[in-house]
């Protein structure tokens, strides 16, 4: 079993940043992938970024693409997305996931364990 328990929203004006967290425990955090999804009221689960297991390797929605970075810290098991230039239309429920593989992914039924949210709220 895992847990995942993100920290880090909050409300920021247009333009302005923030950096979420997720730390995960219960399993070796090296043993598998991690993602950031989001889920804006009324609308569907979406994808957000995706990282492997070590990190070499990341995946973006084209809407957050190099606006937002996914890296993470096995020594800490802690996972990170750095958001800069934020957007009133980023904000939503952010979710970290966990992934039992090494590879990254995009949808979200690829992975086995979310945690419970973070609300991210940008005002124009």
């Known amino acids: 079993q895992v847990q995942l328990v993100e920290s880090g929203g909050g409300l920021v004006q247009a333009g302005g940043s923030l950096r979420l967290s997720c730390v995960a425990s219960?399993?070796?955090?090296?043993?598998?992938?991690m993602g950031w999804f989001r889920q804006a009221p009324g609308k569907e689960r979406e994808f957000v970024a995706a990282?492997?297991?070590?990190?070499?390797?990341?995946v973006y929605a084209d809407s957050v693409k190099g606006r937002f970075t996914i890296s993470r810290d096995n020594a800490k098991n802690t996972l990170f997305l750095q958001m800069i230039d934020l957007k009133p239309e980023d904000t939503a429920v952010y979710y970290c996931?966990?992934?039992?593989?090494?590879?990254?992914?995009?949808?979200?039924?690829?992975?086995?364990?979310w945690g419970q949210g973070t609300q991210v709220t940008v005002s124009s």
């Open positions: 996931a966990a992934r039992i593989s090494y590879s990254r992914a995009t949808n979200g039924n690829d992975y086995d364990y």
């Open positions: 219960g399993r070796t955090f090296s043993d598998y992938a």
């Open positions: 990282i492997n297991w070590s990190g070499g390797r990341t």
